[in-house]
């Protein structure tokens, strides 16, 4: 017994004297160092692709540090088209020595269409660029030491603090911004109640069917508005009810993006908008049951 006492004894001593001499580099919590001031900012007038004029389209931005520690800002972009995503793109590396060399303001960057369209694959020329795509501007910031912000940590978050990621345009760091192919689209023209009304159809049970409905501007799309019901209440008789729908005004040509009636419900094209009688006409087609309709919008 004493035997067993003396080897338990040992055991514990010897686990203490390991780890006694644990090297604390090893657990060290690593010093916090200071993060990145990188503020960019897109001008609104050139905030978006003007779809009216692609060949003079562009973005323009300024690009604002306090920073002093910064070995680069790479300004990447992720182009969208039909919710497929490009692989993230390198536009533009600015340097420390160039915010230095501005006082740190560079102002009037200027991208392109065309530029933007030369660096995605499978792009061949400014007409492949569609109503409705997007192009998110990432900001990656890479510090003297080596630290890259934003950088993945844990349960989904990073290493910029979700206050900063959610606030406005004045935060230190800006993570993101989303611009888009379209052209301006004023929602006062938009917005308001409106009756519907079926007028041609391929089955004649819908011709006729109206509804009162309204039209809101939703966004984040600066040319997206949504419509309380897309189908003149057609389907309730048989068991249906109002569906809504999003649509774009691209350049004042409404398109519908597809949504669900009784089927997948798409826009088949043709469709106008008349913003001085306030009139929206779209064409629609149900793949479950192969229905097609005219449905006319008229501002109250």
Same mark, same amino acid.
Do not use: H
């Given at each position: ?7 338990? !004894? ?15 580099d090893s657990i060290r919590i690593p010093e916090s160092g200071i ?6 900012? !897109? ?5 978006? +692709? ?25 300004? *990447? ?22 915010? *230095? ?57 990073? *290493? ?36 519907? $009304? ?22 984040? $799309? ?13 389907y309730a008789p048989f068991g249906g009810s109002a569906y809504p729908?999003?649509?774009?005004? +691209? ?10 009636? !009784? ?25 479950? *049951? ?11």
């Amino acid at each position: 017994m004493k035997s067993y006492i003396k080897n338990i !004894f040992y055991l514990v001593l010897f686990a203490a004297a390991a780890i006694s001499c644990k090297d604390d580099d090893s657990i060290r919590i690593p010093e916090s160092g200071i993060g990145p001031n990188v503020r960019i900012a !897109f001008d609104p007038n050139f905030g978006f +692709i003007n779809f009216d004029d692609l060949d003079n389209a562009k973005l323009k931005f300024n690009v604002y540090s306090e920073s002093s520690n910064l070995e680069k800002v790479d300004v *990447n972009f992720v182009y969208t088209t039909g919710g497929v995503n490009s692989d993230t793109i390198v536009f533009k590396t600015i340097t420390q020595a160039d915010i *230095n060399a501005a006082g740190g303001v560079i102002e009037n960057i200027e991208i392109s269409a065309q530029e933007l369209v030369d660096k995605i694959p499978g792009l061949d020329d400014l007409s492949d660029l569609s109503g409705g795509d997007s192009f998110t501007m990432l900001n990656f910031t890479t510090m003297a030491d080596g630290a890259v912000y934003p950088q993945p940590t844990i349960d989904g978050n990073t *290493n910029v603090a979700p206050n900063i990621v959610n606030a406005a345009a004045t935060t230190s760091f800006t993570v993101s911004y989303q611009a888009f192919v379209g052209c301006p689209s004023d929602p006062l023209e938009f917005n308001g109640d409106y009756a519907s $009304e079926i007028t041609a159809s391929n089955y004649g049970g819908f011709v006729g069917a109206s509804n009162d409905v309204v039209i809101t501007f939703v966004g984040p $799309e600066p040319f997206r508005y949504n419509i309380s019901d897309i189908s003149a209440l057609a389907y309730a008789p048989f068991g249906g009810s109002a569906y809504p729908g999003d649509i774009y005004d +691209i350049c004042g040509n409404p398109q519908m993006l597809p949504t669900s009636t !009784f089927g997948v419900t798409t826009d088949t094209g043709g469709g106008t908008w008349d913003p001085v009688n306030g009139v929206l006409t779209l064409n629609l087609f149900e793949s479950n *049951n192969g229905l097609s309709w005219t449905i006319v919008f008229t501002k109250k």
